[in-house]
């Protein structure tokens, strides 16, 4: 009689191989879950952030100066050409000598439904230096509307949980409600300046009360900047066009203090408006008030290695079927193969609630744990579903190790690999696979 070709030994390793191709489908759908998930996040942190000001940017204090200029035109009269003189006006943007600002940053949690996003308050204190000196753009004094002028502080309205205090020579300074469509800056405030001031090098120092979340940036804009910014969050991360002189990050909060040169920013000491066009988009000091830990990252991580931490149990069952002599249909391989899918979704859904550590921990208990009762009875041995159960144990362990090593989430993984391999190698050394196919038929 002809043996059935499904029942043979070397079709074994086959279905295995094809069920684990198969197991990538649910594999997928949970990557896509997660990925659906981050976007909600994203939409309740867009709801809370909105209503917040967003995240916060204080681009700084400009001086803008009107002065007059005789603008000389020529029309074509026919066959003469016509010399039209007109008064125009256009303006001075200046930049201060010395920009300081000294910033403490009071973080707290707002939650929509189950998402928590970071917000804060902060005190800002700033001062300014400025000096006018409109020889360095060739223009004359006499022309010049000092009355008109207008100081500019860059930052959004809403940002704003008071309305900013700016102060020279410990007078007030009143908002202006005319816009000199000077500004470089997206979001602006304008403030009324006495016009005798600006003879003379003078100082600004302002209080801003403002809110915001997830980023704060700050625009280096003087000749010299110093930027001093404290708070009670303890995972900054620090980006932009320049990274602090000095930063302390400890348990309970961080220090980070910026020392920078006008030399390198793309603000020049002054500019006609008209002949500046600026885009609204600078260098700034960036800091990232991050979540330490992202479950979504980590299971996007997790996700990627999951077929490696199929296989693996996989294999396991197949050198147990092999000294066990005891056949185990693929459905029986299908049903773990599963239950390991399912450790990728039960580590999702409770990281929503609860922290990923105890999340991941939870799923791998109950995972292992059915994993060790099924394997025992279909093996007819507890040790065969022990050996099998602290092999994915082992596994799992292994793979938090690994999202737990961002930098050497490679070679870790490599590693593993190899490890698995050799360990193959090593408990199949001795197997007759001949005699095996003749014995499992």
Not at 153 to 167: D, E
Not at 333 to 343: E, N, Q, R, S, T
Not at 387 to 409: N, P, R
């Amino acid at each position: 009689m002809r043996s059935n070709p499904l029942n043979a030994f070397w079709t074994k390793p086959v279905i295995i191989f094809v069920m684990l191709l198969l197991l990538l489908i649910p594999i997928s759908f949970i990557s896509s879950l997660t990925t659906d998930r981050v976007f909600v996040k994203h939409e309740a942190m867009q709801s809370i952030m909105e209503p917040m000001g967003g995240e916060l940017r204080i681009d700084g204090l400009l001086l803008s100066i009107p002065f007059k200029f005789l603008s000389e035109e020529f029309l074509n009269d026919g066959d003469k050409t016509k010399k039209i003189v007109s008064e125009k006006i256009d303006k001075i943007v200046i930049t201060p000598q010395f920009y300081s600002v000294k910033t403490q940053i009071n973080p707290y949690n707002l939650k929509r439904g189950i998402f928590s996003v970071p917000v804060f308050d902060a005190d800002i204190k700033i001062h300014a230096n400025f000096k006018v000196d409109a020889s360095y753009l060739n223009i004359n004094e006499s022309s010049i509307l000092w009355d008109e002028a207008v100081l500019i502080l860059g930052g959004a309205n809403k940002s704003f949980t008071a309305f900013p205090s700016l102060k020279i020579d410990g007078k007030e300074l009143a908002q202006s409600y005319i816009n000199p469509q000077s500004s470089p800056f997206s979001h602006n405030i304008y403030f009324k300046i006495p016009g005798d001031i600006l003879k003379k090098e003078f100082e600004i120092d302002g209080n801003l009360s403002v809110q915001g979340g997830e980023k704060l940036y700050f625009t280096p804009l003087a000749k010299d900047n110093i930027f001093e910014i404290k708070s009670s969050w303890n995972s900054p991360s620090f980006s932009g066009g320049w990274l602090p002189k000095e930063r302390d990050v400890r348990q309970d909060g961080f220090d980070a203090s910026y020392k920078i040169a006008g030399l390198s920013t793309n603000f020049a000491p002054a500019w006609i408006a008209s002949q500046q066009p600026y885009d609204s988009k600078f260098e700034s000091v960036n800091i990232g008030f991050i979540e330490p830990v992202n479950n979504y990252s980590l299971m996007k991580r997790c996700i990627t290695y999951a077929i490696l931490f199929i296989a693996v149990p996989f294999l396991a069952i197949f050198i147990c079927e092999i000294y066990s002599r005891v056949r185990i249909h693929p459905v029986q391989y299908l049903l773990i193969g599963v239950a390991d899918v399912l450790f990728y979704l039960l580590t999702l859904s409770f990281s929503e609630h609860i922290s990923f550590f105890a999340s991941y921990l939870i799923a791998t208990i109950v995972v292992c744990l059915s994993v060790l009762l099924y394997a025992a009875a279909i093996f007819r041995g507890k040790k065969w579903g022990v050996f099998i159960a602290a092999v994915q144990l082992v596994s799992y362990c292994l793979l938090y190790g690994i999202l737990q090593s961002q930098d050497y989430a490679l070679l870790l993984g490599s590693v593993m690999i190899f490890a698995v391999i050799a360990m193959l190698m090593y408990l199949t050394r001795k197997i007759d696979w001949y005699e095996n196919e003749a014995n499992l038929k």
